[in-house]
């Protein structure tokens, strides 16, 4: 293993961490913001997160093509400080039904990330299996995150990610399965408000001492942590960094009163940006983006997704300035 790899397994393992699952800045024509994304990237490197997680569902990874995703890629890395990583999330294209076909098209990505300097990879789910129902799904499952891993070669996070969302829902037993590949560092977790199923996904890692459960739980970030998550990777951690990052803090250092306050604070940003239409979460994070000044407004697009309503933008711009407020007020209060 490299001084790479190892770094991101330390990073995920010895400490309760952040990745940021970043957005791509796109104007209305659909064309990628080139310098937005470079202010972006040294913006969110400034912040405190451990590192960026390109290419999830918030990057809308799958739906670029392969030299769009190289140029995003190449920006975050031109960027990059000593001490900060890169995750790479990896699958197949939503054209692709085909398992070969599907699976040539992910190990294809996984080897064009590695060569481009991926940390990690993080493994989306293989969707088109959903309609699958003969008995050898599962076992295709199984064999669709071995193959990336060991095509890869570098630490690998699974990625269990709710059906709404373009997930699939793993049985228990396939990921107690997933978590014995010797490069799997652990799973990130992204349910939106089936606590059952974060509760039992996180009894499934006292079989797994070494392995992570990653929180991306936005809507329910500081009770992740109370029932076992030891990272975040989550989508609202793109913007309004700062109180994300010191709530983690005040978890892990067991500052209950402040961890409670600022869970609040966290949790409202949460309830305005992580709502119905979900998809339309990404917009609501690129304007949040814009309101801090980070990106232009006119490159708050998302293609995919359904944007913003009317007012939308001016309604999330008074609730930051709220929320920041609060903020600076129980920072004030421990300084």
Request: hydrophobic content about 45%; glycine content about 8%.
């Amino acid at each position: 293993m490299s001084q790479s790899d190892r770094n991101a397994r330390k990073t995920l393992t010895t400490s309760a961490t952040l990745w940021a699952a970043t957005p791509v800045p796109v104007t209305k024509n659909s064309e990628i913001d080139d310098q937005g994304l470079h202010a972006y990237a040294r913006h969110l490197f400034a912040r405190p997160v451990s590192g960026v997680v390109v290419h999830a569902h918030t990057g809308r990874g799958l739906h670029w093509s392969e030299s769009q995703r190289n140029r995003i890629l190449e920006v975050w890395r031109e960027h990059r400080p000593e001490g900060k990583s890169i995750v790479v999330a990896v699958g197949a294209p939503r054209d692709r039904t085909d398992f070969a076909d599907a699976l040539s098209a992910a190990t294809d990505m996984a080897r064009h990330a590695v060569g481009q300097g991926a940390d990690a990879l993080m493994i989306h789910p293989p969707t088109f299996l959903k309609n699958d129902h003969d008995e050898e799904r599962w076992q295709k499952c199984f064999a669709w995150h071995r193959s990336i891993v060991e095509t890869a070669g570098i630490p690998c996070i699974l990625f269990y990610l709710y059906e709404n969302a373009g997930g699939l829902s793993y049985p228990m037993d396939l990921l107690d399965d997933l978590l014995t590949l010797p490069l799997v560092m652990g799973v990130k977790v992204a349910t939106l408000d089936s606590v059952m199923t974060f509760q039992d996904i996180a009894g499934l890692f006292h079989l797994h001492p070494d392995k992570t459960l990653i929180t991306g739980e936005d809507r329910f970030l500081g009770y992740s942590f109370m029932a076992g998550a030891k990272a975040a990777l989550i989508g609202m951690g793109s913007a309004f960094v700062e109180p994300q990052a010191a709530m983690i803090e005040a978890w892990t250092s067991g500052d209950y009163e402040r961890f409670v306050k600022l869970s609040a604070v966290v949790d409202a940003f949460s309830r305005a940006t992580f709502r119905a239409p979900m998809e339309g979460y990404i917009a609501r994070m690129l304007a949040c983006l814009a309101i801090e000044g980070v990106i232009p407004v006119e490159s708050t697009f998302d293609p995919i997704g359904p944007g913003l309503r009317p007012g939308e933008f001016e309604e999330l711009r008074v609730i930051l300035t709220a929320l920041k407020r609060k903020f600076e007020t129980i920072s004030q209060l421990r300084s």
